[in-house]
């Protein structure tokens, strides 16, 4: 019967409504006695749940007036003000009580980790002595402290004199610590990433092991007062708490606001399964009546297009989102002869090379990426190493993503297997004009950023930077402005790794950072990254 009933309950009465009056074509009373019938057939399946919900009711409610006259029928009724102080009391304890378990629960699991027990035996060793003194606690609690006000007083100011002894032991704990920490001499450390080197200690390495015994007796007492303080108000507490909760007057009071609620959710499920029912007929009217428009106004010329227009717009929806560009990304690798030696790979080229495929490795979804050289001619005479795009990724499922950084990095390794740095120039302000064109002739809206791996040294017929240095940053980038160097890149972000110092003063190198900051600025662009270092960083 309930599985029926859910059945009934699920029905759309305005879509029978609809779909009924459609089958009986005019004949409108048809349709409303059909209605009718449905609309009777889910009030009769409504009846054993109400039935069900009265009973409910009628015990509740004799439930309720029996706690009611045993606590406001008789000659001093229970004051509700005193009820919620007890409530409050009893909420306030019960967190107390949650804080003195950690405590002992803490101090049991590092003592019993101190012992040298395994993890799964520390935690079940300290629960288990945790819940002594819940266990204890709530006997002792209920037939001997309970019954003398003078006891509970002398529990409250032993575990209060315990606090005390374990805060002031431990003051001396840290006292002596201190007075260690501040005799000490300092030690020798190593901050270099080679092997250590031998430290020699010329004083006593015995100096201070008496106290530190001290100060490790000292701060034991401590924590063994405290530990004993927690368990004891853990003890109390429990036992205070399940005295306050099994009292007549509140467990009646209690119960008769737990109660009162259940009732008031009982009468709103019946007042609402009652309305459902007028629901149900208004909304079989109301699709009779929609039903009766559609076939008033029907034929429109041009309905039966409809779901052919339909299809183009999901087909070209499909189109459209399948390849989803977000983001443009270029990484330019110098291959000019400053970076190698007689035209051989360098140190420096190879990690050019493998902070690449790193990147290509990691590359963002919904991306499209080119990967060129700096040469001489950069803008015209220069071929992709590789390009390609990533898919979107949703969530967990990103193997298509994965599959499409790994044909990436695939392609570069196999493509840049026979490059090597022997480019007679350095055209680093074509290659930026050749990513930009290449980013401006795809999606628009698109965030751009451009990986440099060069050591920023341009070598043009235009712009000789070796022998500009001496004219300094602010002139150069004068120069290069006024000969149509500057590429615009506004909202570009650029990352330049590998910017040696090789072969340079202090003084040139800075220059040259220098002159690429302040050009990038008036480029527009955010120099993210200014590195001799090739290790990159997403």
């Known amino acids: 019967m309930k599985l029926s009933f859910q059945k009934e309950k699920s029905v759309d009465f305005e879509k029978f409504g609809y779909e009924t009056m459609l089958q009986c074509g005019d004949d409108e009373e048809r349709a409303r006695k059909m209605c009718g019938l449905r609309i009777y057939s889910y009030a009769d399946g409504l009846q054993p749940e109400l039935t069900r919900f009265r009973s409910e009711i009628e015990q509740n409610k004799t439930h309720g007036s029996a706690l009611h006259a045993h606590l406001y029928i008789r000659p001093e009724p229970v004051n509700d003000a005193a009820m919620l102080t007890h409530a409050k009391r009893v909420r306030k304890y019960r967190f107390l009580a949650v804080l003195a378990a950690i405590a002992c629960l803490a101090g049991n699991t590092a003592t019993f980790y101190l012992f040298g027990f395994g993890a799964f035996m520390t935690i079940l060793l300290a629960a288990g002595a945790t819940v002594l003194p819940l266990v204890v606690g709530h006997p002792a609690y209920e037939h001997i402290v309970a019954k003398y006000r003078k006891l509970r007083v002398a529990v409250i100011l032993l575990a209060v004199a315990l606090s005390l002894i374990g805060v002031l032991r431990l003051a001396a704990a840290r006292e002596l610590m201190m007075g260690k920490t501040i005799t000490a001499a300092p030690t020798a450390t190593s901050y270099v990433d080679v092997a250590t080197p031998e430290i020699s200690v010329d004083r006593d390495q015995n100096v201070g092991d008496g106290t530190e015994a001290k100060v490790r007796e000292t701060f034991g007492s401590a924590m063994l007062y405290i530990m004993i303080a927690a368990d004891l108000m853990l003890g109390f507490f429990v036992g205070l708490l399940g005295h306050m909760n099994t009292d007549d007057d509140y467990a009646a009071w209690r119960e008769l606001c737990e109660t009162t609620k259940l009732l008031t959710n009982l009468e709103e499920t019946v007042s609402e399964r009652h309305a459902s029912i007028e629901i149900a007929k208004k909304l079989c009217s109301a699709g009779i009546l929609q039903a009766q428009n559609v076939r008033n106004n029907r034929k429109p010329p041009y309905h039966g297009a409809m779901p052919v227009l339909m299809a183009f717009f999901l087909l070209g929806t499909g189109i459209a989102r399948a390849q989803t560009i977000d983001h443009h990304e270029g990484i330019l690798i110098d291959v000019s002869g400053s970076v190698g030696r007689n035209g051989a790979p360098s140190d ?92 401006e002739s795809g999606a628009q809206g698109t965030s751009n950023t451009i990986w440099i791996f060069s050591d920023m040294m341009n070598e043009t017929r235009e712009f000789p930077m070796p022998t500009l240095l001496t004219n300094g940053a602010e002139k150069m980038l004068e120069q290069a402005k006024s000969n149509g160097l500057l590429v615009p890149l506004k909202g570009y972000k650029i990352y330049v790794y590998g910017a040696t110092p090789n072969g340079l003063t202090s003084q040139a190198w800075l220059t040259i950072k220098n002159f690429w900051r302040l050009y990038f600025q008036a480029a527009e662009a955010e120099l993210v990254t200014y590195s001799p270092e090739c290790e990159v960083q997403r």
């Open 348 to 439: 420096l080229f190879r990690a050019y090379l493998t902070s690449t495929r790193t990147l290509l490795l990691s590359e963002p979804a919904k991306s499209r990426v080119w990967v060129s050289t700096i040469s001489v001619d950069s803008f015209g005479g220069v071929r992709e190493v590789v390009k390609g795009w990533t898919p979107e990724s949703r969530g967990v499922f990103t193997d298509d993503l994965n599959r499409a950084r790994h044909q990436l990095a695939s392609s570069f390794e196999k493509n840049s297997s026979g490059t090597s740095p022997a480019a007679s120039g350095t055209d680093i302000f074509g290659a930026l004009w050749h990513f930009k064109t290449l980013f």
